[in-house]
């Protein structure tokens, strides 16, 4: 009888140290878009955000658009200090699952959240999306975002530039990492598009659906939007203050 619980005792401590780590991973906010929204609007817990880029060969990000991006960033958080970096590596793919994505993801990045500091991953890729070739830019964790450069080269013409585009879906695609369009919270405004969840119904805003997908010169006129909307703002301000 005493072996016995002797046993159960040591099988719920080994267990418990398997849940511990269980429950680390579960409450994780990396797990799903929109989940580390506070972890990037707020300074409490992360006073500092650093943005680690990896590209494959060819396909940089512009410099403009990286400007547009730490603009932005600066506009809606509360951070004091927003840090770069770019890498690159080579790829042989040109159709990438998001099983891909996220084996790439795993072998590329080097910085994780640490101490007092938040990072956000971008991948910058050749080729396209395998479940949609459309894709231009892509969220797919809480924390790591992917852009379809090659894509958004294709997708420029007359007057409106693949750098255009680029800042639009960079901005979008961050966007999404803070939760807009209702990922997670639930907005005071009826901003959200009822065919395209989690994207806005304003044509003049970053969060407008066709602005990550190669479809956008059907369904805007001129360069795609770089910016939020009062909506959209309002919504971020609400939760960089924690009244959402
Ligand atoms: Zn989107």
Redesign the pocket.
């Known amino acids: 009888m005493r072996s016995t619980i002797f046993l159960m005792l040591s099988m719920i401590l080994v267990s418990s140290g398997c849940l511990d780590s269980l429950k680390d991973e579960l409450i994780s906010c990396e797990n799903s878009v929109g989940e580390c929204r506070y972890e990037i609007l707020q300074d409490g817990k992360y006073s500092k955000l650093h943005i680690e880029i990896d590209y494959v060969s060819g396909y940089e990000p512009s410099s403009e658009a990286i400007d547009l991006l730490r603009q932005r960033i600066n506009e809606v958080t509360d951070k004091n200090s927003v840090t770069i970096s770019q890498d690159s590596f080579g790829s042989t793919d040109n159709s990438y699952s998001l099983q891909e994505i996220l084996d790439i993801e795993s072998s590329q990045r080097t910085k994780f959240k640490d101490g007092d500091e938040f990072v956000i991953h971008i991948l910058y890729l050749n080729g396209e999306f395998e479940d949609n070739e459309n894709t231009l830019?892509l969220?797919y964790k809480g924390s790591s975002f992917a852009m379809f450069q090659e894509k958004i080269e294709d997708a420029a013409f007359l007057f409106i530039s693949a750098q255009d585009i680029e800042k639009a879906v960079l901005v979008?695609?961050y966007g999404?990492l803070l939760g807009l369009v209702n990922m997670g919270y639930t907005s005071p405004h009826d901003h959200e598009d009822p065919e395209h969840p989690?994207?806005s119904n304003n044509e003049e805003s970053v969060?407008y659906?066709a602005?990550?997908s190669q479809d956008f010169y059907n369904q805007l006129d001129g360069e795609p939007p770089n910016n939020f909307d009062s909506y959209d703002l309002d919504d971020l301000n609400l939760m960089r203050q924690g009244k959402l």
Request: negative net charge; aromatic residues 10%; hydrophobic residues 35%.
């Open positions: 830019g969220a979008h695609e999404h989690h994207h969060m659906w602005v990550e």
